[in-house]
């Protein structure tokens, strides 16, 4: 095949994909309005139900928290060149905002201070 057959492929394959997460998305936030709506205006024990929701779906929640790291980790490694595995690791210890936010302020505090990588 070629590049351009390729590249055709590629999106003819995106446009059913984009259209099922569009659909996933639609139908979760109108079960988030569905929820929040039958909380009524505000419930003491608000908090709670939240903390029960999490609990509750908390492999869910794991998952999608290895996917954020994984994806951070890879942005990492494109863009400070930094090894894919410690960064990964480096992530889920440190949140991913916070990883990248130091491993950006090293590479521009090295840029500031003409030292070599």
Same mark, same amino acid.
């Given at each position: 095949m070629t590049d351009k057959?390729? $590249?055709r492929l590629a999106r003819i394959a995106a446009v059913p994909a984009l259209a099922i997460l569009l659909y996933w998305? =639609? &139908? *979760? @936030? *109108? $079960? &988030?309005? #569905? +929820? @929040?709506?039958? &909380?009524?205006? =505000?419930?003491? #024990? +608000? +908090?709670? @139900?939240?903390? $029960?929701?999490c609990l509750h779906n908390l492999s869910i929640l794991l998952v999608i928290y290895t996917i954020i790291c994984l994806q951070v980790? *890879?942005?990492a490694e494109l863009r400070f060149r930094k090894n894919f595995l410690k960064a990964f690791l480096l992530a889920i210890v440190m949140t991913p905002p916070l990883m990248m936010a130091a491993w950006g302020c090293r590479e521009i505090c090295d840029i500031r201070n003409n030292q070599p990588k």
């Open positions: 057959s390729d $590249k998305v =639609y &139908l *979760g @936030i *109108g $079960k &988030l309005v #569905e +929820w @929040i709506g039958s &909380l009524g205006a =505000y419930q003491p #024990e +608000w +908090w709670t @139900i939240v903390g $029960k929701f980790a *890879g942005i």
